[in-house]
């Protein structure tokens, strides 16, 4: 019999050590160890930094790719009473300074070398001073003058300071400040969004429940754990139900079904374009995916045949979508693990429990069943708000406790939604409103589409008309001018694309969703 679900992280640290001390917490590369060895890990590191001065409140970042390390930082920053703030690793030296200071971080763990990258060296000569960063940590590589390693800093701690943790450890509550989380930047100056630790144990458990995860089981992260889909949805989980946790630093097909074979991997979180990588992969049938069992996808829309060619290819026996974003704690919505695969495809399934949602218009006016308006969010999931950004937390959630998400979407009468597209996303063609997912999900069903991403691009007679570009099956590309014409029996004249480029793969950020901004300047290009 497992004891409740705490709401805070160094509880839930704790029960996973009491529940499931001998079971695997973490395979990464030569190292394993499990979930006593991580609490253990973990308290040290915690102790270390209150002997390296941090404070209740204070701020601690994570610049480094998935790995064992990184679990055992970030957990520790809870136990030492801190807030982590995780930075993007895809993150150039003035994007971290960025971050780092508007955060006002003390105290930063990173690596040097992960992908030819110093870190260390970036940040130092992008011109920023951080003034509230005290000490770097080197979890992995070279250890550059002024840094520190992580042995040299675990040895920090003394007897007083491993008590005083321990203290800090046992206030620690689910209404605490947890991470400030940066949005991904895409459409301009990240934002810190500031979450609290209950509601991402609260959302992901029931998560965890529809994916029927137990001890025992072996989750392969490619999801970045700087991202909430890899913290909140990965790393958090594991620790609930005592499953093995599988960093992944670099998304490859070949060594992601390479590690599926070898790992016996279970468990599987990832966007849609992860699995229609290894669906199209050409040598897919060469690998041994049988263990595969559960698999959550979203963060995009998904054809049906993605969902089937996930059981019946992959073996997945259970595939739900969700929805969410950092600004709700990363989970809103969540399918059954029951519902059929057209479900599934179609919809980002229905609020969790303790959430509520609504449609509006552009007026502000709630929409009818079955239109089109954008998602509003309220109850526990919706953030406390932007770090230090009183107007934009205003325009975000109102005073009533609802939160904006940007995203446009419709409602069925069970209350599952179908988001159509980003609002901003959306292009208008001669007056009409066009969604990029919808045409998207549309071309997808065409044979030798194997990938694709739709983006408005101007016109001078229309405003806007779309340009597709497209990742060809493992069949061979399409023929553009017979994939033209299926498209105009297939949708409404004004959703076809005028242009269509084959591309070799489409550019994604290190959440593995599809840059489009980068698409509209390879498309300023292409039609200049």
């Given at each position: 019999?497992?004891?409740?679900?705490?709401?805070?992280?160094?509880?839930?640290?704790?029960?996973?050590?009491?529940?499931?001390?001998?079971?695997?917490?973490?395979?990464?590369?030569?190292?394993?160890?499990?979930?006593?060895?991580?609490?253990?890990?973990?308290?040290?590191?915690?102790?270390?930094?209150?002997?390296?001065?941090?404070?209740?409140?204070?701020?601690?970042?994570?610049?480094?790719?998935?790995?064992?390390?990184?679990?055992?930082?970030?957990?520790?920053?809870?136990?030492?009473?801190?807030?982590?703030?995780?930075?993007?690793?895809?993150?150039?030296?003035?994007?971290?300074?960025?971050?780092?200071?508007?955060?006002?971080?003390?105290?930063?763990?990173?690596?040097?070398?992960?992908?030819?990258?110093?870190?260390?060296?970036?940040?130092?000569?992008?011109?920023?001073?951080?003034?509230?960063?005290?000490?770097?940590?080197?979890?992995?590589?070279?250890?550059?003058?002024?840094?520190?390693?992580?042995?040299?800093?675990?040895?920090?701690?003394?007897?007083?300071?491993?008590?005083?943790?321990?203290?800090?450890?046992?206030?620690?509550?689910?209404?605490?400040?947890?991470?400030?989380?940066?949005?991904?930047?895409?459409?301009?100056?990240?934002?810190?969004?500031?979450?609290?630790?209950?509601?991402?144990?609260?959302?992901?458990?029931?998560?965890?429940?529809?994916?029927?995860?137990?001890?025992?089981?072996?989750?392969?992260?490619?999801?970045?754990?700087?991202?909430?889909?890899?913290?909140?949805?990965?790393?958090?989980?594991?620790?609930?139900?005592?499953?093995?946790?599988?960093?992944?630093?670099?998304?490859?097909?070949?060594?992601?079904?390479?590690?599926?074979?070898?790992?016996?991997?279970?468990?599987?979180?990832g966007p849609p374009a992860i699995f229609q990588g290894l669906i199209n992969y050409k040598d897919l049938d060469d690998y041994d995916t049988s263990s595969l069992r559960s698999a959550v996808t979203g963060a995009a829309s998904i054809p049906v045949e993605t969902v089937v060619d996930m059981r019946e290819r992959l073996g997945f026996g259970?595939?739900?979508?969700?929805?969410?974003?950092?600004?709700?704690?990363?989970?809103?919505?969540?399918?059954?693990?029951?519902?059929?695969?057209?479900?599934?495809?179609?919809?980002?399934?229905?609020?969790?429990?303790?959430?509520?949602?609504?449609?509006?218009?552009?007026?502000?006016?709630?929409?009818?069943?079955?239109?089109?308006?954008?998602?509003?969010?309220?109850?526990?999931?919706?953030?406390?708000?932007?770090?230090?950004?009183?107007?934009?937390?205003?325009?975000?959630?109102?005073?009533?406790?609802?939160?904006?998400?940007?995203?446009?979407?419709?409602?069925?009468?069970?209350?599952?939604?179908?988001?159509?597209?980003?609002?901003?996303?959306?292009?208008?063609?001669?007056?009409?409103?066009?969604?990029?997912?919808?045409?998207?999900?549309?071309?997808?069903?065409?044979?030798?589409?194997?990938?694709?991403?739709?983006?408005?691009?101007?016109?001078?007679?229309?405003?806007?008309?779309?340009?597709?570009?497209?990742?060809?099956?493992?069949?061979?590309?399409?023929?553009?001018?017979?994939?033209?014409?299926?498209?105009?029996?297939?949708?409404?004249?004004?959703?076809?694309?005028?242009?269509?480029?084959?591309?070799?793969?489409?550019?994604?950020?290190?959440?593995?969703?599809?840059?489009?901004?980068?698409?509209?300047?390879?498309?300023?290009?292409?039609?200049?």
């Amino acid at each position: 019999m497992t004891t409740p679900i705490p709401d805070n992280f160094p509880a839930l640290v704790k029960r996973a050590s009491r529940e499931f001390g001998s079971s695997q917490a973490i395979s990464d590369g030569d190292v394993s160890f499990d979930f006593a060895e991580m609490r253990r890990r973990i308290d040290d590191a915690s102790a270390s930094m209150v002997a390296s001065g941090i404070n209740p409140g204070d701020r601690v970042a994570v610049w480094a790719p998935n790995s064992w390390e990184w679990v055992v930082a970030a957990m520790a920053v809870f136990g030492a009473g801190a807030v982590l703030v995780p930075v993007n690793t895809r993150f150039k030296g003035r994007e971290a300074a960025f971050v780092l200071q508007k955060a006002e971080v003390k105290l930063l763990f990173t690596v040097v070398g992960f992908l030819g990258n110093d870190y260390v060296t970036d940040l130092r000569e992008s011109g920023e001073n951080v003034e509230s960063l005290q000490d770097i940590v080197i979890l992995r590589g070279d250890i550059p003058e002024g840094t520190i390693s992580l042995k040299d800093f675990l040895d920090r701690s003394t007897e007083a300071d491993q008590q005083e943790a321990q203290d800090r450890a046992s206030r620690a509550s689910g209404s605490d400040l947890g991470l400030i989380m940066f949005t991904s930047g895409t459409t301009g100056v990240p934002k810190g969004v500031m979450v609290e630790q209950g509601p991402i144990i609260r959302g992901f458990s029931h998560y965890a429940r529809e994916l029927g995860m137990r001890q025992g089981d072996r989750m392969l992260i490619v999801n970045p754990f700087f991202h909430a889909f890899g913290f909140n949805g990965a790393i958090n989980p594991c620790f609930i139900h005592g499953a093995t946790i599988l960093p992944h630093p670099v998304f490859d097909v070949a060594t992601v079904l390479q590690r599926i074979q070898d790992d016996k991997v279970t468990v599987f979180p990832g966007p849609p374009a992860i699995f229609q990588g290894l669906i199209n992969y050409k040598d897919l049938d060469d690998y041994d995916t049988s263990s595969l069992r559960s698999a959550v996808t979203g963060a995009a829309s998904i054809p049906v045949e993605t969902v089937v060619d996930m059981r019946e290819r992959l073996g997945f026996g259970t595939v739900v979508t969700a929805y969410g974003m950092t600004e709700t704690h990363g989970l809103v919505t969540i399918c059954a693990a029951d519902d059929p695969p057209e479900v599934v495809a179609t919809t980002s399934g229905k609020a969790l429990p303790g959430i509520e949602l609504r449609l509006i218009d552009d007026e502000g006016n709630d929409v009818t069943q079955g239109q089109p308006g954008e998602l509003l969010v309220k109850g526990y999931a919706v953030m406390r708000g932007y770090l230090d950004e009183p107007e934009q937390t205003a325009e975000t959630i109102d005073e009533d406790g609802w939160m904006r998400t940007g995203d446009i979407c419709v409602m069925d009468a069970a209350g599952y939604i179908d988001i159509t597209d980003r609002k901003k996303d959306m292009f208008i063609n001669g007056g009409f409103n066009t969604y990029p997912a919808e045409i998207e999900a549309t071309m997808l069903e065409h044979q030798a589409v194997g990938q694709v991403a739709v983006i408005g691009v101007p016109d001078e007679r229309l405003g806007e008309v779309g340009a597709a570009f497209v990742v060809a099956a493992p069949t061979g590309p399409p023929d553009l001018q017979e994939l033209g014409e299926w498209c105009k029996e297939q949708m409404a004249n004004y959703k076809v694309p005028r242009y269509f480029w084959i591309v070799e793969e489409l550019p994604l950020n290190p959440s593995n969703k599809v840059l489009k901004t980068e698409l509209r300047d390879m498309a300023a290009d292409l039609l200049a």
